[in-house]
């Protein structure tokens, strides 16, 4: 039925046309995905899926679970976190590095994604790190991001609580437009 629908809506706008490889189709038992191999689009036979990345976003259609891009990007923003605190800089110039390179890099979409727990926290322990250095005996984390630093900008916990806020806020001004 839907693939009628957009047939149709390419007969009203000429200038679109449907690609065969840019096309899938999927389906959540095998079942449905052993019917899908049989439709065919401008003569191809049309491929089938269980995940895909489409506008940026990793789905998956099956029962699978996958990383996704945060993951990706988690890892990176540890490993820079680390570079960081290798740098023969002050404390001071490091937390600023971990705040404008670390932080956007590594919580970048997390208002919508839920982070994997064990690659976040050692985000969270790479930019203390980073920040405070990490040959310090009885610090407290809460301690040093709040005495040491701008926490809602360093610290990867809070950073996550205040872009999540000003999402909703964004959405909600919106709302009201």
């Known amino acids: 039925m839907i693939f009628q629908e957009s047939c149709s809506w390419t007969r009203v706008t000429p200038w679109l046309q449907l690609s065969p490889g840019k096309c899938f189709g999927w389906g959540t038992s095998k079942t449905l ?3 899908l191999s049989e439709l065919r689009l401008g003569g191809q036979p049309l491929q089938t899926r269980a995940h895909a990345r489409i506008l940026g976003a990793a789905l998956s259609m099956g029962g699978a679970v996958l990383q996704g891009i945060l993951a990706n990007r988690l890892k990176q923003a540890t490993a820079r976190a680390k570079r960081i605190m290798l740098a023969p800089l002050d404390a001071r110039a490091r937390t600023s590095l971990v705040q404008a390179s670390v932080i956007s890099k590594g919580l970048y979409g997390i208002e919508v994604t839920p982070p994997a727990v064990k690659a976040f926290r050692s985000l969270g322990t790479a930019s203390l790190n980073a920040c405070y250095g990490m040959g310090r ?3 407290a984390p809460e301690m040093v991001w709040a005495l040491f630093t701008k926490s809602h900008l360093a610290d990867p916990d809070q950073n996550r609580t205040y872009r999540s806020l000003v999402a909703m ?6 709302s009201l437009i």
Request: net charge positive.
């Open 33 to 35: 995905e052993k019917n």
């Open 137 to 139: 005996d009885h610090r």
């Open 169 to 174: 806020r964004r959405v909600y001004k919106l």
